[in-house]
């Protein structure tokens, strides 16, 4: 759409993706031999629109229906059934269900932190939040600032330096900055995230992994002379994915710059003591937070401090009854199409009273241990990170789909080795065990070519 809707996530016209086809889709629906490796939105709708036709789910989904309100039933301890509060073409409804999953994500509700920006009440220029941007075109011959360091601010300096006059890009702690092709030009996803490396950071000595961490993330570019290197380089908070951000600050058309200190009427201060005029216009890739306006009773999500607490990533602990889940509320150095795949298959055993849950207090101590870990890798015990195979593992274990290693090298040597030392692709996931899928194995055989 051309502008961003209330509510809705919203992106701007150039959206690639930065996980590549062969790990994204869905575990039992390859996209077809066609497709790039990297898509543009529109082709990955395009792919969306197809998984619901050939599995036939059209006739289930109620389309531009707004859900207005969720609460527990009077009766909630004994059912676990929820009142749905919907809204469609302004006509009110009232349904029962006996589960909800909640898929909103975490790109929906913008944080614009101005007011730790001093004196941006008297910056002349304008300013928005980047989920307010959709093309270049009309900052054409303008000084834009860009503040944030993550994957839109980087795509959003990148397309404006083609434009603007100048681009400065903002960043508070600096990033890893990856390249979608890596070695001799493989997706770097097929390259990265595969079992055996997963293995081997588990076994190495933590100062060891740390220095081929920040060795491989370096090999690129020394990220110390473009300016962007992480304040703490060996955590492993998400990387930026862009393919142009270095040769475009080569260039001089994008100039990297530490934290604003503070904005004036034309120009801008930064923290390093340096002064930019004439800035026009301001945009802030600051992230999002994540909000939940639709639950009567918010703190049944946020049930800690504030914090969105939830075992496995997934189910609210405190819950009488086990029917309510969240879907699509983590991030690792994976695609989020199968993490949330993987998620709704735990979450339905769960509904289904076939996946046995530990007690309340057992759950608690689950997600403070994970919350411990997060701090000790990521830096901080709220992030939504997680590693991606240990967490895919976790969930597949308790529902019985996780491939045997042995198994499979005492019965099929060949797809044992592709398992193990190829990339971790979801049709791992569908190998054995419930929902298993025929054409996982030739897949998981095949995927190279259908790369190539």
């Not at 301890?77 to 994500?105: L, Y």
Request: glycine share 6%; with cysteine; net charge neutral.
């Amino acid at each position: 759409q051309e502008r961003a809707e209330e509510g809705r996530a919203s992106i701007y016209r150039t959206v690639f993706t930065n996980s590549c086809k062969e790990m994204m889709c869905y575990p039992d629906f390859p996209f077809p031999d066609d497709h790039p490796n990297y898509m543009h939105n529109s082709k990955l709708q395009e792919y969306i629109c197809k998984y619901a036709k050939h599995f036939d789910l059209l006739r289930h989904i109620r389309f531009k229906t707004l859900v207005t309100k969720i609460k527990k039933r009077p009766d909630f301890s004994v059912t676990g059934q929820w009142d749905v509060v919907t809204e469609k073409e302004g006509k009110e409804e009232t349904e029962v269900f006996d589960a909800v999953m909640i898929c909103s994500g975490h790109h929906v509700y913008p944080n614009l932190p101005a007011a730790h920006f001093p004196g941006i009440q008297k910056f002349k220029g304008c300013y928005f939040h980047s989920r307010e941007y959709k093309e270049p075109e009309k900052f054409r011959g303008k000084k834009v600032l860009v503040i944030g360091l993550g994957n839109s601010g980087c795509d959003i300096a990148v397309e404006l330096s083609t434009v603007a006059s100048q681009v400065y890009l903002s960043s508070r702690s600096g990033s890893w900055v990856m390249s979608r092709i890596w070695e001799h030009g493989y997706p770097w996803d097929m390259m990265i995230i595969t079992r055996f490396r997963t293995w081997l950071g588990n076994i190495l000595p933590r100062a060891f992994s740390d220095w081929l961490y920040v060795r491989s993330m370096n090999r690129p570019f020394k990220h110390e002379n473009f300016g962007l290197m992480p304040v703490n380089g060996t955590l492993r908070k998400e990387p930026v994915f862009n393919d142009d951000l270095p040769s475009r600050i080569a260039c001089g058309v994008v100039v990297v710059k530490p934290n604003v200190k503070e904005f004036r009427e034309t120009s801008i201060l930064f923290q390093d003591g340096t002064v930019q005029e004439d800035v026009d216009v301001v945009i802030f890739a600051t992230g999002y937070s994540y909000s939940y306006p639709f639950m009567e009773d918010d703190s049944i999500i946020k049930s800690r401090d504030n914090e969105v607490t939830l075992y496995k990533d997934i189910l609210p602990p405190q819950l009488e009854k086990p029917t309510m889940v969240v879907i699509g509320l983590v991030q690792s150095l994976g695609p989020i199409i199968p993490t949330s795949e993987l998620q709704c298959r735990w979450a339905v055993k769960v509904f289904q009273g076939l996946c046995k849950l530990p007690s309340v207090s057992e759950m608690m101590d689950d997600i403070d241990e994970k919350m411990g870990k997060k701090l000790k890798w990521y830096g901080s015990s709220n992030t939504l990170q997680t590693d991606y195979i240990t967490y895919m593992d976790e969930l597949a274990t308790a529902i019985g789909v996780r491939p045997s290693l042995l198994k499979l090298l005492l019965t099929d040597p060949r797809l044992a080795l592709e398992v193990f030392f190829g990339p971790c692709t979801p049709y791992q996931f569908r190998l054995m065990g419930p929902g298993k899928w025929s054409g996982a194995r030739t897949a998981i055989l095949t995927q190279w070519d259908r790369t190539l």
